[in-house]
């Protein structure tokens, strides 16, 4: 004891000058910090720049191991850098600085009387002209309003603005004509499974039908949703659908607890960006589906990139050759992936119970930090997602003067050349902002400060492996997806 | 603020230091004893507020020879970056 207490002496000697070399030691170091990582993007970013992975131009050429390793690297950096910010009041100001919105009240009574409206409308114009609108993708209102200006970006309004689906969600307000009979009890269990299943099964839905480009299978699967919409409510109660089945209403949810506008009780707020994170109800059902959920959010976007790779084509070709239809090797492949991301995450929650050290049971933890994780499929969203909605917009706005007799050939963007820096840039930012938001949770849920620092190693080792393969991803070259 | 102080939020093997206030159980009596000051401030004994700011003393020293480690973790990463860039951008 004494030795370490001598030890301790001269470890406070030693901080005690080098305090006087830094200034003051604190979270003045964090900022400085954080602009450290912002100055190492903006350096490394030249990368991309100078020839994108697989791209070159001139005589530059950075290779696509080099681009990874960037991507990891600055998340681990980003890691090191915000083991500076250990003060615990900063750490809960960041959740607890927030604004009222003035006349939130009337703001959403409004947005909910005006959204409604134009939430029915839009529903009402994808069935028609889905219907009788031109067979054409490209000129076909319908496909045009669902893929660009609603998947593309309302989405993205959700977490750069704030959550409007339940001011305009159509489907609850047809379901909410029915009564309310919660006749049929779901058993606890069940939790959030069923929307996670349907998570998966629309996005394996978008890959192997023509749903995306075919204006009549777009329109039946809307109809169908609509009618489960309307059926579920009446039989397991509107509550339980919404927050147990639906999975459009759950990816909004999400997405939307990043964003800097969120509902009270009766009004709005504003919140510092990801804040409103930790208020996701890891409890409602189980925990393990609330971690499922948030799990399959972030695999379903990686998906989407992965079977339009050469990679997935070379693993896929042997299996299709042997007969199975290419539309189940899909099936498994969704399936196996989301597995492995799973796997993965409940992996680290285990592992910080040693590196803590605590004895927070594995499925507490993991509920604890899998919001962290919405930051990340966000970017990975934006990324994906920013450069189609600006091309295709004034498509969109210009066959909805004429849905049905649109011009042959509906004007698109052309895109500036730094476009292709959005996909890389918004992936990390993403990352970014999910290393601070776990960071900052741990703060609320561990003692000390070396503990909730520690506690992370897990995660980091996870996000820096997602980051890797995200990135990895992006530099593939994109193909259509094959055996389809 | 979602988890409880209850044990159904812990998976205990072994003793665990519990707090005396709120029964939490705790890997170490360093843990603990940090908890009971952060936690219970207002409530403890004399003798838990020192043993709290030896803990805090201990928790901050140890803290600095952490974040030593981390520049030296940092140094080495921008090093690592600087070297592969030159290498492969002067190739
Ligand atoms: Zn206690």
Known sequence: MSVH??????????????????????????????????????????????????????????PTWLFLMTGGGVIAVSFLLTSFVTDRELISDYHERRVPVPNGEAVRRWGGRIGGALG??????????????????????????????????FTASTYLVGNGWPALDPFGRLAALLPDRSGVDVPDWVGRWPAVAGLLLL???????????????????????????????????????????????????????????????????????GAALTEVEAGRTTRESEVGFVIALLWVTTFDGFVATPTWQAIAAPIVRLGLPGELAYFAAMLVGY???????????????????????????????????????????????????????????????????????????????????????????????AVWVSHSRAFDLFTGKLQPIRSQYPYVFVMVLYTITGLWLLAQPTIDAPFI | MTDTTTDAAFDIDGDAERCPYCGRPFATDHLRTLHVGEAHGETMTEEEAERYADAEDQESDDLFVFHLKVLGALSFIMFLFVYSYSFVWSG
């Open chain 1, 203 to 273: 996005v394996w839905l978008e890959v192997v039908t023509e749903v995306a480009s075919d204006p009549r299978q777009l329109t039946a699967v809307v109809a169908v949703y609509a009618v489960a919409t309307v059926a579920g409510g009446a039989l397991l109660g509107h509550e339980t659908w919404r927050r147990q089945f639906d999975p459009v209403a759950g990816v909004f949810d999400l997405y939307g607890r990043v964003a800097p506008i969120q509902r009270t009780d009766d009004g709005l707020e504003l919140v510092i960006p």
């Open chain 1, 339 to 433: 597995a492995l991301f799973f796997g993965v995450f409940w992996g680290a929650s285990k592992r910080v119970r040693t590196s803590g050290p605590t004895y927070r049971a594995a499925p507490h933890v993991a509920a604890a930090f899998a919001p962290a994780l919405v930051p990340i499929a966000a970017g990975y969203h934006f990324g994906h997602y920013l450069p189609y909605l600006l091309q295709q917009l004034p498509a969109a706005a210009v066959t909805a003067a004429a849905p049905l007799s649109p011009p042959i050939t509906p004007p698109v963007l052309g895109l500036p050349g730094w476009i292709t820096w959005v996909g890389p840039i918004s992936v990390l930012a993403g990352h970014l902002l």
């Open chain 1, 5 to 62: 207490r001598q030890g301790a002496t001269a470890v406070a000697r030693l901080r005690e000058y080098a305090g006087r070399l830094a200034g003051r030691y604190g979270p003045s170091t964090g900022r400085r910090g954080l602009l450290t990582l912002a100055a190492l993007v903006v350096l490394t970013a030249p990368a991309r720049a100078h020839g994108g992975p697989g791209i070159s131009s001139g005589n530059v050429d950075t």
């Open chain 1, 120 to 153: 029915l409308l839009g529903l009402v114009a994808v069935l028609v002209v889905g219907v009788a609108g031109p067979p054409q993708a490209g000129r076909n209102f319908a496909v045009l309003f669902v893929w660009v200006v609603w998947w593309a970006g």
